[in-house]
């Protein structure tokens, strides 16, 4: 039981470059999470997805997309990566939003330069 | 602006002592979550505490909630160098489905 994986783990982006972050979790949970934690800022929320077919914009949200691919797995897009998106990205899953813990993934530690 | 703030922000204590962490939160809940992270890994869940709750236990852990002011208290007791982490409290707004941490306290147990 690998719980909620991400990939990849350190990723360096130059100004402009997209990339993908992916996030799977094998606990049949129907809402998943992404957050970008900062020095001093706690984690914000960047994107939700109560269940399977449904995303709704947390507090930061611009410079981000996410598919909920299907119910395993949530992926955060950047579009033009941009150097105050220099951040560690977590991904979580929980059974049934804020009513039951939420299970983390590792983290993504993503520079822009 | 973030639903729940943590109070004080660092904590530095001596191993054995029992540790206090506060959380105060602006909207209605449904419930509120603690969590615990050490250094350069993800969050842990520590406890949910329900709205209709006052206070909760799990081993060393002790969760106190007062809806009429909005706040919450993590207590650690004797602490050990372990627990050396930062602290965080998370909650679930009515009416809207997600959930919301606050900035977190950095705890330190120095032997």
């Known amino acids: 039981n690998a719980g909620v994986t991400q990939t990849p783990k350190f990723q360096v982006l130059k100004t402009g470059q997209s990339m993908t972050l992916q996030c799977a979790q094998d606990?049949?949970?129907?809402?998943m999470y992404w957050y970008r934690q900062d020095p001093g800022m706690g984690l914000r929320l960047i994107y939700y997805?109560?269940?399977?077919?449904?995303?709704d914009k947390g507090e930061v949200p611009n410079g981000y997309n996410v598919s909920r691919l299907n119910k395993r797995e949530f992926s955060l897009r950047l579009e033009s990566a941009a150097p105050s998106q220099t951040s560690v990205y977590f991904c979580?899953?929980?059974?049934?939003?804020?009513?039951?813990?939420?299970?983390f993934g590792q983290g993504t530690r993503l520079t822009v330069v | 602006s973030q639903q729940g703030e943590e109070d004080p922000q660092a904590l530095s204590i001596q191993e054995g002592e029992n540790a206090t962490m506060n959380c105060s939160y602006k909207?209605?809940?449904?419930?509120l979550q603690w969590y615990r992270q050490n250094s350069g890994r993800g969050l842990v869940h520590l406890i949910l505490?329900?709205?209709?709750?006052r206070e909760k236990h799990s081993g060393r852990l002790r969760v106190t909630l007062d809806t009429s002011k909005k706040s919450s208290s993590l207590l650690i007791t004797a602490s050990r160098a372990a627990d050396t982490a930062s602290y965080f409290c998370?909650?679930?707004?009515?009416?809207?489905?997600?959930?919301?941490f606050g900035q977190g306290t950095r705890l330190t147990i120095n032997p």
């Open positions: 606990m049949n949970h129907n809402s």
């Open positions: 909207t209605s809940i449904n419930n």
């Open positions: 505490i329900r709205s209709n709750e």
């Open positions: 979580a899953s929980s059974e049934a939003w804020g009513e039951t813990e939420a299970f």
């Open positions: 998370a909650t679930d707004v009515q009416g809207a489905q997600k959930l919301v």
């Open positions: 997805s109560a269940s399977e077919g449904t995303t």
